[in-house]
């Protein structure tokens, strides 16, 4: 079974930081793009970053580049966002996702952690 799960989430002040980790299992996720994206109550789901598995290529939106930092670690199947500077904004449901290299979409999906930054 293919399952992906968060973990790392809390809550933390205005400039602090937080890792979060995301575990998959069931399949090694070999060339998967692997991202993040987060939800606020009553706004859309939104993209974070994203890593690709062969050269590590990265993505960011425009709101967490210079303060987030994605990286994954394919031998433990693992994937992790290091965010610093946290701001109130960051406050969100985030979630980890998988794409197939043959998929349009992220086909994967965890159940997200929650995080809450306080100003």
């Known amino acids: 079974q293919v399952q992906l799960v968060e973990s790392g989430g809390g809550l933390v002040q205005a400039g602090g930081s937080l890792r979060l980790s995301c575990a998959a299992s069931?399949?090694?996720?070999?060339?998967?793009?692997m991202g993040w994206f987060r939800q606020a109550p009553g706004k859309e789901r939104e993209f974070v970053a994203s890593?690709?598995?062969?050269?590590?290529?990265?993505s960011y939106a425009d709101s967490v580049t210079g303060r987030f930092t994605i990286s994954r670690d394919n031998a433990k199947n693992t994937m992790y966002l290091q965010m610093n500077s946290l701001k109130p904004e960051d406050t969100a449901t985030y979630y980890c996702?998988?794409?197939?290299?043959?998929?349009?979409?992220?086909?994967?999906w965890g159940q997200g952690t929650q995080v809450t930054v306080s100003s």
């Open positions: 996702a998988a794409k197939p290299p043959s998929s349009a979409k992220y086909n994967y």
């Open positions: 890593i690709s598995w062969g050269d590590s290529s990265t």
């Open positions: 069931g399949r090694t996720f070999t060339n998967y793009r």
